[in-house]
T-cell receptor, first 116, second 113 residues
Framework: SAVISQKPSRDICQRGTSLTIQCQVD?????MFWYRQQPGQSLTLIAT?????????ESGFVIDKFPISRPNLTFSTLTVSNMSPEDSSIYLC?????????????FGPGTRLLVL | SQKIEQNSEALNIQEGKTATLTCNYT??????LQWYRQDPGRGPVFLLL?????KEKRKERLKVTFDTTLKQSLFHITASQPADSATYLC????????????FGPGTRLSVLP
C-alpha cells in the first residue's frame, strides 16, 4: 500500500496566477499520475510522471500549462499556470506501487482549487 | 464514439438490501476493469479488479461481474449499510501496462437507515 499526502488541501486563487501542488508518498514509487476532477465529473488523467524522465501528457494537456516536476521517487509537483476560472477543479495525484499496469492505484486526498 | 456510462447519477436503497451498480462501455476492449469508492472531499479508494477473462470476483460483501459480450460490469454490495454511502467509480484499463485508463462518471449511492 501507499499513503499519499497533498498540499495545499484547498486554495482560492486569482485569475492569471499560478499554483504549485505538492504530492508526497510514504514509499518509493516509479510511476506517479496527476488527475483532474471537475465538479460533478469523473477523473481525467493529466500526465504520468516518472522519476528521471519528462512527464508524459495526455491529449488536451500541455507542459506550459501544467508543468510537472519529479525530483525523486517519493515526491512530485504539479503547477497550474496562468489560471482561469475553467481550471477550478480537484487535482489528485496517484501512485502505482506495484509492478505497473495500474492494477492498484492509490490516490491522494486531492487539492480543491477555486479560481476567481 | 467511445463511451463509459454508469447506470445512474444517484441510487438510493434501504439498509440491508443489495445495491447493484452498473458500468457500461462502448467501443472499448478493456484488459481489466476496476471499481473505486470515493467519499466527499477524498480521493478514490481501490476496491476490486476483474480481468477480461474473469466472470466474477468477490471480496467480503462486494461482488463484481464482468461480461465482455454485453460490455458491462455489475458491482454488488450485499447487506448494505449507511457507511457504504459514497460515490462508486468504474475504470477501464485499455491495456495491461496501465498506459491507457479511463474512468466512468460515477454513481452516488445512498443507503438509507
Amino acid at each position: 500500500s501507499a499513503v499519499i499526502s497533498q498540499k495545499p488541501s484547498r486554495d482560492i486563487c486569482q485569475r492569471g496566477t499560478s499554483l504549485t501542488i505538492q504530492c508526497q508518498v510514504d514509499s518509493q514509487v516509479t510511476m506517479m499520475f496527476w488527475y483532474r476532477q471537475q465538479p460533478g465529473q469523473s477523473l481525467t488523467l493529466i500526465a504520468t510522471a516518472n522519476q528521471g524522465s519528462e512527464a508524459t501528457y495526455e491529449s488536451g494537456f500541455v507542459i506550459d500549462k501544467f508543468p510537472i516536476s519529479r525530483p525523486n521517487l517519493t515526491f512530485s509537483t504539479l503547477t497550474v499556470s496562468n489560471m482561469s476560472p475553467e481550471d477550478s477543479s480537484i487535482y489528485l495525484c496517484s501512485v502505482d506501487p506495484g509492478r505497473g499496469g495500474r492494477e492498484t492505484q492509490y490516490f491522494g486526498p486531492g487539492t480543491r482549487l477555486l479560481v476567481l | 464514439s467511445q463511451k463509459i456510462e454508469q447506470n445512474s447519477e444517484a441510487l438510493n436503497i434501504q439498509e440491508g438490501k443489495t445495491a447493484t451498480l452498473t458500468c457500461n462501455y462502448t467501443n472499448y476492449s478493456p484488459a481489466y476493469l476496476q471499481w473505486y469508492r470515493q467519499d466527499p472531499g477524498r480521493g478514490p479508494v481501490f476496491l476490486l479488479l476483474i480481468r477480461e477473462n474473469e466472470k466474477e470476483k468477490r471480496k467480503e460483501r462486494l461482488k463484481v461481474t464482468f461480461d465482455t459480450t454485453l460490455k458491462q460490469s455489475l458491482f454488488h454490495i450485499t447487506a448494505s449499510q449507511p457507511a457504504d454511502s459514497a460515490t462508486y467509480l468504474c475504470a477501464l484499463a485499455l491495456d495491461n501496462y496501465g498506459q491507457n485508463f479511463v474512468f466512468g462518471p460515477g454513481t452516488r449511492l445512498s443507503v438509507l437507515p
